[in-house]
């Protein structure tokens, strides 16, 4: 089993910065595609970023395309967010999530993923 902590989220004004982490214990995770996700209120899940096991792949969703970076340190088993320029519609509550298998791509699809985190709160005030 693995277990997935999120960290760092916060209120922030519009245009300010968050760094999320999500540490991950249990086993390592150096091995398995992690990803974020996010849910503002009243909306489905949706996909934010991806990144491959070794981190030489990511995908973004379109909304989040060029402020944000998805980044990891398999050493740490830790993942990372950075996201910049945040917009109000950016507020929402983020999940990590790693998929239970090594596999060399990245992933999108919120249905492959495994393990997730418990969430943490992102407020983008205007």
């Known amino acids: 089993q693995v277990q997935l902590v999120e960290s760092g989220g916060g209120l922030v004004q519009a245009g300010g910065s968050l760094r999320l982490s999500c540490a991950a214990s249990?086993?390592?995770?150096?091995?398995?595609?992690m990803g974020w996700f996010r849910q503002a209120p009243g909306k489905e899940r949706e996909f934010v970023a991806a990144?491959?096991?070794?981190?030489?792949?990511?995908e973004y969703a379109d909304s989040v395309k060029g402020r944000v970076t998805i980044s990891r340190d398999n050493a740490k088993n830790t993942m990372y967010l950075q996201m910049n320029s945040l917009k109000p519609e950016d507020t929402a509550v983020y999940y990590c999530?790693?998929?239970?298998?090594?596999?060399?791509?990245?992933?999108?699809?919120?249905?492959?993923?495994?393990?997730w985190g418990q969430g943490t709160q992102v407020t983008v005030s205007s």
């Open positions: 999530a790693a998929a239970g298998r090594p596999f060399r791509g990245v992933i999108r699809r919120e249905w492959e993923y495994d393990y």
């Open positions: 249990g086993r390592t995770i150096s091995t398995y595609p």
């Open positions: 990144i491959s096991w070794s981190g030489g792949g990511t």
